[in-house]
């Protein structure tokens, strides 16, 4: 009986520790069927070659004009050569968003030059056919510079990271909401990993099936243990025998 109750406890045990995270993993793969089978979501910008920051959709013309500050540049600790600017979002001449004091990245062209800090996507529902154009900000601003020691500083956490999304739909109708790297809804989470706006790819539920699978993670842990623990509750239930 001793025996039994020791088995009893460690797959007790397993299956606490692996519930939790299995189910938040289990939650994000059907977020992401989800997500897939409702939008199809494309990033404008091509990287290489660059794209123009000045847009055309169904009529409308999509701009960003810059003023470039009269301030010493800097290389950021990836390389890039980077400038302040104020920045102003344009939807057919007129001033729609403005970013104050934004770092860009001046040997760039086209959308690079605002690489992590505007983002313009198409976003489609599978259902009706229609397509809508999003614009992303990132609103909290980030001077990232490398000290002679090796630390990065001027970053901020992701927890205060905040953003702004305009949506023009096929119409001409013009949309805008405001939200956060907590605060965010299931769609603005594809929006963030699709735009590259966030620090690394991030999930709705968990961020576990971001990282590099090993046989360890998650196969072992989550995954084998929550089944281990499972089948030793189950066979070494402890049933107090019924005397006659």
């Known amino acids: 009986m001793k025996k039994r109750l020791i088995f009893f406890l460690v797959g007790t045990i397993l299956l606490i520790t692996s519930l939790p995270l299995s189910t938040e993993m289990v939650m994000e793969l059907i977020y ?3 997500m897939n089978t409702e939008y199809k979501i ?3 910008s091509e990287g290489f070659p660059p794209t123009k920051s000045t847009f055309r959709f169904k009529g409308h013309i999509v701009e ?3 003023a470039i500050k009269n301030e010493d540049s800097y290389v950021d600790p990836w390389g890039n050569k980077i400038g302040i600017a104020d ?8 001033k729609i968003d403005t970013l104050k004091d934004y770092p860009i990245r001046v040997e760039e062209k086209g959308l690079n030059r605002y690489y992590g800090e505007i983002a313009y996507l198409l976003l489609e529902d599978k259902k009706s056919g229609k397509t809508q154009f999003i614009v992303l900000l990132k609103k909290t601003r980030e001077l990232e510079k490398e000290m002679p020691n090796g630390d990065i500083v001027g970053g901020v956490p992701s927890e ?3 953003y702004t999304l305009h949506t023009l739909d096929e119409e001409g109708n013009l949309n805008n909401q405001s939200f956060s790297f907590t605060e965010r809804d299931a769609l603005q989470t594809k929006l963030l990993n699709a ?3 966030v620090p690394y790819s991030i999930g709705y539920y968990t961020d576990a099936w971001e990282f590099y699978p090993t046989i360890f993670f998650p196969l072992l842990f989550p995954f084998a243990t929550f089944v281990v623990g499972f089948v030793l509750i189950v066979v070494f239930f402890p ?3 019924v005397k006659k």
Do not use: F, P, T
């Open 87 to 94: 920045l102003s979002l344009k939807l057919d001449g007129e």
């Open 64 to 66: 960003i004009k810059e």
């Open 195 to 197: 735009g590259v706006m």
């Open 32 to 34: 992401n069927q989800k």
């Open 239 to 241: 049933i107090r025998k």
């Open 42 to 44: 494309a990033n404008v």
């Open 160 to 162: 205060k990271l905040k």
